[in-house]
């Protein structure tokens, strides 16, 4: 079984802040690198920060730069994205996804994916 399980979602006020969580079983992080994406309803599927397996190389999108944070924990195989100074336009379903080694723009070239988790940001 390869699984990634998403949680940490919620809702929070504008200015607030959540660590997402992506937990991955069946297959070692090492070798994988992790995306986050974001789906509004009605819209397309956003990426929006990935990490390569190294953890050398992380990305954002320009939405979220200085706001958010990837990062993983290879002991609990585990990625983690910290969302501070949140936004009501950060409204959506947060997903994590699992592709060998290098990040991609591309949703199609991930192979994996979590059932995602919500993330409200409302006063």
């Known amino acids: 079984q390869l699984q990634l399980v998403e949680s940490g979602g919620g809702l929070v006020q504008p200015g607030g802040s959540l660590r997402l969580s992506c937990a991955a079983s069946?297959?070692?992080?090492?070798?994988?690198?992790i995306g986050w994406f974001r789906q509004a309803p009605g819209k397309e599927r956003e990426g929006v920060s990935c990490?390569?397996?190294?953890?050398?190389?992380?990305n954002y999108v320009d939405s979220v730069k200085g706001r958010f944070t990837i990062s993983r924990d290879n002991a609990k195989n585990t990625v983690y994205l910290q969302m501070n100074s949140l936004k009501p336009e950060d409204t959506a379903i947060y997903y994590c996804?699992?592709?060998?080694?290098?990040?991609?723009?591309?949703?199609?070239?991930?192979?994996?994916w979590g059932q995602g988790t919500q993330v409200t940001v409302s006063s």
């Open positions: 069946g297959f070692s992080l090492d070798s994988a690198a």
């Open positions: 996804a699992a592709r060998e080694h290098y990040c991609s723009r591309e949703r199609y070239r991930f192979n994996s």
């Open positions: 990490t390569s397996s190294s953890g050398g190389w992380t």
